[in-house]
């Protein structure tokens, strides 16, 4: 068969970017067609997406792109915008690591009680699921006048084509479906109050989700039709569908912004001790469930960065693989990392208060960080393959992090199994497959595997030394 073309749009927290995969028989290539920053502004009502800018990014991309077969959309989970009844977006969506839901969770749970929530949708405590999002709006004269909520990438396809629709795998972060029937979750909505008419019709991966409209191939020069195509809308599910794993006993960490750490499972786990370790079970592709729990990621370096006006990387991380091992550690799990602002002071007092060795200069703070990250990968890995009772041989590491050598390093030594890092862009690659999929490029999802295993060349790291110094410092960490 022909070599045929797919664009990707791929939404993270701190870059958005279109990437062209060209996909025939037995090869798989992927080119960056434009990348731009995604920068959240902070205006008086509090944090908000700049989504016109993503859009305008989006449109640049898919000119810069040129001709392609098809269009797939993903990003960020749990974020939406409104909708009023003409289909006009009512204000700038808000961001997830906004104030609005501080204390919204409990009034959630004096209603319906975190145990029954957890049996009925899966989901992982965190502050900022769609559901106590939607608790934190009740009453604002925004969700009054709202007639559809859509999804970010949701909404983004919305622009591009003018029909509308819930893709199901970032459904599931909302806290509303039932990840055992992947249907919604009615009886914790109504009795939440929570209007499941505001959502449009769930579709899967893989569906139609119309065509681009003509004022849209008229800004890009592309020629008509171009279809959209459902993909993996969640960014995590389109980069677990990009793990190159050529057997079963794997897990994967998805290191960007945030490190999703966990396994891919055929059922969920909805255990009370999974609930008291929050491991979220969301749905993936072709009814997989992603069995993981979110750690901060590279979010607490990337402020830290933006504290210090933006140091080299490289070096920086140089100077930080010469730093002492383990010094000091954080709870890289902890959601007081969540707000932006004040980082390095932040994670300085955190070693402070738990009593130990509090980093200074910019190379200590990152390698703090970096062990920090290690060993909650370490720790994520071994409760998932305890909790859901599921071997695991390989670590795979994909995203913007595994450019990251001494965190796949780190990573490898702490978890005591080899790492295998890459591909780098898995978001965009499991969001360019699942499209090839649907239009016949390539076969079922072991398929898409085998291809990524051809054609990406991961770089493995091999486990250094005992992991007795990071057991120790899981230890020093329980203990505070
Ligand atoms: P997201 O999709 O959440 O925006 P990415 O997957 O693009 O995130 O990953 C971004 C992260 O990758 C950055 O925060 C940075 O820590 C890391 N990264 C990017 N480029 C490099 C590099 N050259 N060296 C080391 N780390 C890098
Ligand atoms: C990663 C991600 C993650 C969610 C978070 C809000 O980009 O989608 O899976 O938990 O953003």
């Known amino acids: 068969t022909a070599v045929r073309s797919y664009a990707a749009v791929d939404l993270g927290a701190s870059s958005g970017r279109v990437m062209v995969g060209r996909v025939g028989t037995d090869s798989l290539e992927l080119t960056e067609a434009h990348r731009f920053r995604n920068r ?10 700049d989504v016109l800018s ?22 960020w989970a749990v974020d939406y915008g409104l909708l009023d009844a ?37 989901l992982q405590y965190a502050p900022f699921n769609t559901l106590y999002q939607l608790t934190a709006a009740r009453g604002t004269r925004e969700l009054r006048q709202a007639a559809r909520l859509l999804l970010i990438p949701d909404l983004l396809a919305y622009w591009l084509t003018g029909e509308q629709g819930t893709e199901l795998t970032n459904a599931s972060t909302t806290q509303l479906i039932d990840p055992r029937t992947g249907d919604w979750a ?62 079963e006993r794997f897990a994967y960490i998805c290191t960007g912004t945030w490190s999703l750490a966990g396994l891919e499972l055929a059922a969920p786990v909805l255990t009370e001790e999974s609930r008291a370790a929050n491991f979220t079970n969301e749905l993936g592709l072709d009814g997989t469930v992603r069995y993981l729990r979110n750690i901060m990621g590279l979010w607490l370096l990337q402020e830290c960065l933006r504290a210090w006006g933006e140091p080299d990387l490289g070096e920086l991380l140089r100077e930080a693989a010469g730093v002492p091992a383990l010094r000091s550690v954080v709870d890289a799990g902890d959601a007081a990392f969540l707000a932006p602002g004040r980082m390095p002071e932040r ?73 295998v890092a890459g591909p780098t862009e898995a978001a965009a690659l499991g969001n360019v497959l699942v499209q090839a999929r649907a239009h016949g490029s390539v076969g079922d999802r072991a398929d898409m595997r085998r291809l990524l295993a051809r054609t990406q060349s991961p770089t493995r790291y091999e486990p250094r030394g005992d992991s007795g110094p990071w057991r120790e410092a899981a230890a020093r960490l329980a203990a505070r």
Request: net charge negative.
């Open 347 to 419: 994670i300085a007092e955190a070693c402070r208060v738990s009593g130990q060795p509090v980093p200074v200069t910019p190379a200590e703070i990152t390698r703090c960080i970096l062990d920090s990250l290690a060993l909650a990968h370490r720790r994520a890995v071994e409760e998932a393959r305890r909790l859901a009772d599921h071997p695991v041989d390989v670590v795979h590491v994909v995203g913007g992090g595994t450019r990251n050598t001494l965190l796949c390093q780190l990573t490898a030594d702490a978890c005591g199994l080899p790492v």
């Open 186 to 247: 009615y009886d914790v909505a109504e009795r939440l109050g929570v209007d499941l008419g505001l959502f449009a019709p769930l579709r899967r991966p893989g569906d139609p989700a119309g065509l681009l409209r003509a004022g849209v191939l008229e800004e890009t020069g592309l020629t008509g039709p171009v279809p959209v195509t459902t993909v993996g809308s969640h960014d995590t599910a389109s980069a677990v569908a990009a793990v190159p794993a050529t057997g």
């Open 86 to 122: 003409d289909g006009a977006l009512l204000g700038n969506p808000v961001h997830y690591r906004d104030t609005r839901t501080e204390g919204v969770a409990e009034k959630v749970w004096a209603t319906v009680p975190a145990a029954e929530l957890y049996a009925a949708t899966g």
């Open 54 to 75: 993503l859009y305008a990014g989006v449109l640049d991309g898919l000119r810069a792109a040129g001709p392609v077969d098809s269009v797939g959309i993903d990003s």
């Open 40 to 49: 959240p502004v902070r205006v008086p009502e509090g944090l908000r997406w």
